[in-house]
């Protein structure tokens, strides 16, 4: 008798163990296996850091009151300020693109003391930059946008 009891008790773990299976109800299991042909989760993969618009040393590095004076700048559009400003590139490369933002092509470089003519009437905040249109209809980001603080790419004479 005590065979069949063990035996019974056996067949009915047994039982429960399969259609604890079944179900997915195994320790430390999350979700059934896949199904033969059903896509499996990939881990995300890191996005690839995008370079800064402007490349190599000789930014011009400002703190929250240069900043602060920067950004006015996308208020400030009278006609007591010149409307273009004209300037020289700080870094040693600076990309122009077809528009204003990184979604938009870079169609050429300008290099380290080029002259540039922005116009600071059309001041665009994209992307983490001020974007300012060239005199040829290009755009260039003049700015670089920080935590309370930022750094120009141009430096400008007149404006």
Do not use: F
Not at 40 to 63: D, L, N, Y
Not at 87 to 93: N, T, Y
Not at 96 to 122: I, L
């Amino acid at each position: 008798m005590q065979v069949g009891i063990k035996l019974g008790v056996g067949a009915a773990a047994a039982v429960l163990a399969g259609s604890a299976l079944s179900l997915g109800a195994v320790a430390g299991a999350t979700e059934p296996p896949p199904n033969p042909g059903q896509q499996e989760s990939v881990p995300a993969q890191p996005q690839p850091v995008q370079p800064e618009e402007g490349q190599g040393p000789g930014a011009i590095e400002v703190g929250p009151e240069g900043a602060a004076k920067a950004l006015a700048r996308l208020e400030q559009r009278n006609i007591q300020r010149a409307p273009w400003c004209h300037g020289r590139v700080a870094v040693q490369q600076l990309n122009v693109r077809s528009g204003p933002g990184t979604e938009n092509p870079v169609v050429y470089k300008v290099v380290r003391n080029q002259p540039v003519n922005t116009d600071w009437g059309r001041i665009v905040r994209e992307d983490g930059y001020l974007w300012v249109p060239l005199s040829n209809g290009r755009w260039l980001a003049d700015y670089k946008l920080g935590d309370g603080n930022g750094k120009w790419y141009v430096r400008y004479t007149n404006c």
